[in-house]
């Protein structure tokens, strides 16, 4: 029985595996793409992409024994679609973390080897530049003590975001890195995301000067003033100190001096106090749009928290959820060629 168990823990992806991915991914891709009137032949394309780059690399479907669940989602599942709606045509977005082949292999936990497989084959395919890609990786991946740490210390390093007393359910891993695409007409527009929290977690030490060197070394060069601005933000107390999540745009190589970089983070309050402090990065961003936008939100910032009336600017909203405790509001640091100053942009979580 235990050679038995051993070998569903590492077989390798079969074609009953890759059926129920499509099983569960295709029908709703569709449905999407057909709502946000996507054409017959750009659907088409759509669901060949994901059948011949991602689905091969989610990795085997969830049995009894490996109930694989994936922690970008609150459903477990690997793959999240979702619509951008905006005053245009409405477009398609979908996330899938690469679980890998033989997931959960205790020899590539993280799966780093599936997703190089995955970068290469979607480069090659497309023509896209993998100078980035490659250093964003090579920073980021554990080495196998690392891997084994940050395993063994998972469950406390969680413990130590929530409040004393409160307790979570057991993760079994962080995600590593996850691909998303833009879907624009007939393009599938990619983006890596890598979490720098895995090697954090596995050496004990903060990335961060990790990331600011690597984004201040990139070539061709990105703008070291809004590196320099995300570095002095996120020392002044109002989030949580360090990267949750990097993402590149992955292009080809004569557009990479447009490419974005993002990183995300977290706060641990939920107020509209803290959502002032974040968009306008502490102060630095005053300009005419960032303003109006923060008019805007605060009209509406009491349905965004699903409360029924007006609150206070330092209303902090309960959570049910003990993991929501520790990670309230999420945003993105956008760094865009040609401005000094990074553009924020807010998430948030759906009270459970």
Request: charged letters at 20%; one cysteine or more; glycine letters at 6%.
């Amino acid at each position: 029985m235990q050679h038995a168990a051993m070998a569903d823990q590492t077989r390798p992806v079969t074609s009953s595996d890759l059926g129920f991915w499509m099983r569960h991914s295709i029908s709703p891709l569709i449905a999407f793409l057909r709502a946000a009137g996507y054409s017959a032949a750009d659907q088409g394309e759509h669901i060949r992409m994901l059948c011949d780059h991602i689905l091969p690399n989610i990795g085997p479907r969830p049995t009894a024994a490996h109930p694989i669940k994936s922690s970008l989602t609150n459903s477990g599942s690997p793959i999240e679609l979702s619509l951008n709606l905006c005053s245009g045509k409405p477009t398609v977005r979908y996330c899938a973390e690469i679980l890998g082949s033989t997931w959960p292999n205790d020899g590539d936990i993280y799966a780093v080897e599936t997703v190089q497989k995955c970068l290469t084959s979607l480069c090659a395919e497309l023509g896209f530049s993998r100078r980035w890609s490659d250093v964003l990786l090579e920073a980021f991946t554990p080495t196998a003590e690392e891997a084994k740490k940050s395993q063994e210390n998972l469950q406390k390093w969680i413990a130590s975001l929530l409040p004393p007393g409160l307790e979570t359910k057991p993760v079994s891993r962080l995600p590593f890195a996850a691909f998303a695409f833009d879907l624009d007409g007939p393009r599938a527009l990619p983006k890596l995301y890598v979490s720098p929290k895995v090697k954090e977690i596995g050496s004990g030490s903060s990335t961060n000067e990790t990331i600011w060197n690597l984004l201040r070394n990139l070539e061709p060069p990105i703008n070291s003033k809004a590196v320099e601005a995300i570095s002095e933000f996120l020392l002044e107390g109002v989030v949580s100190p360090s990267i949750d999540m990097l993402s590149i745009e992955l292009v080809h190589e004569e557009d990479l001096h447009r490419a974005r970089v993002k990183m995300y983070i977290h706060t641990t309050t939920n107020s509209f106090n803290t959502v002032r402090q974040c968009l306008t990065l502490g102060g630095r961003r005053q300009d005419k749009t960032t303003m109006k936008g923060l008019e805007t939100l605060r009209t509406i910032w009491h349905l965004m928290i699903q409360e029924k009336d007006e609150v206070a600017d330092d209303y902090e909203k309960p959570v049910n959820d003990a993991a929501q405790q520790a990670m309230k509001l999420f945003f993105s640091l956008e760094i865009t060629p040609g401005k000094d100053l990074p553009e924020v942009k807010l998430y948030v979580p759906v009270p459970t």
